[in-house]
Every structure is written in structure tokens, then in C-alpha cells.
């Protein structure tokens, strides 16, 4: 399994951005395909964004046009700038990796997780 390890995440007001890094090792000689989840406090983990082998992003409807996915070809290391936050974007953000070419917006199909930074945005 790829071994993943988040941080950026911060407490910030409305309006404001992040950039979230997740630096990855353990890379198998194979395509991965990425993803940031999050999830709030008494919420179900959901797909933020996704990215696939190539470089095209996927995006939940409540951050397009707000948050961009994107990673370093030679590192595999993910990135989600974060702008124009919203308090509603509150929640422990995981960056989640799995072989294969075209990225799925399902949690259940990533098989290597890491612990998660935690974002705050206040009004």
C-alpha cells in the first residue's frame, strides 16, 4: 500500500484559502489514480475531489470553481488549493490513493488512506 501524509489544513474565516499538500510514498511501478475526501462531524467522509493517472480533475458540485485538485507528475505528491472557503467546507480532509487510470468519486473504491488534516472555516 501507498503510505499518505496530509497537512495545510488551519483555521481560516470565510472567504480566505488553503493549500493542502499530500506527500506520498511506496508508489508501486504502476498508474494511481487520487482523491481528497473529507468528512464533518457527524457526517458520512465525502468525495471533495479526484484526479486520475493523467491529470484530469473531478469535483463534487459544492466546490467547483473554488477548489483545484493537481499533483507533481515526478513525486506523486496531491495538492487542493482551496479558495474562497466557506464554513460549510468545514472537516478533516484525507488524501486517498488506488491503482488504475480513471479516478471514481466512491471512498470504497481507494484501498490507502492517510490521517487527515483538519480545516475550520468560521463566518
Known amino acids: 500500500q501507498v503510505q499518505l501524509v496530509e497537512s495545510g489544513g488551519d483555521s481560516v474565516q470565510a472567504g480566505e484559502s488553503l493549500r493542502l499538500t499530500c506527500v506520498a510514498s511506496g508508489y508501486a511501478n504502476r498508474a494511481y489514480y487520487l482523491g481528497w475526501f473529507r468528512q464533518a462531524p457527524g457526517k458520512e467522509r465525502e468525495a471533495v475531489a479526484t484526479?486520475?493517472?493523467?491529470?484530469?480533475?473531478h469535483y463534487t458540485d459544492s466546490v467547483k470553481g473554488r477548489f483545484t485538485i493537481s499533483k507533481d507528475a515526478g513525486s506523486g505528491t496531491l495538492f487542493l488549493q482551496m479558495d474562497n472557503l466557506k464554513p460549510e467546507d468545514t472537516g478533516m480532509y484525507y488524501c486517498?490513493?488506488?491503482?488504475?487510470?480513471?479516478?471514481?468519486?466512491?471512498?470504497?473504491?481507494?484501498?490507502?488512506w492517510g490521517r487527515g488534516t483538519q480545516v475550520t472555516v468560521s463566518s
Open positions: 486517498a490513493a488506488e491503482p488504475g487510470l480513471y479516478a471514481t468519486m466512491w471512498a470504497a473504491r481507494f484501498s490507502s
Open positions: 484526479i486520475d493517472s493523467d491529470g484530469r480533475g
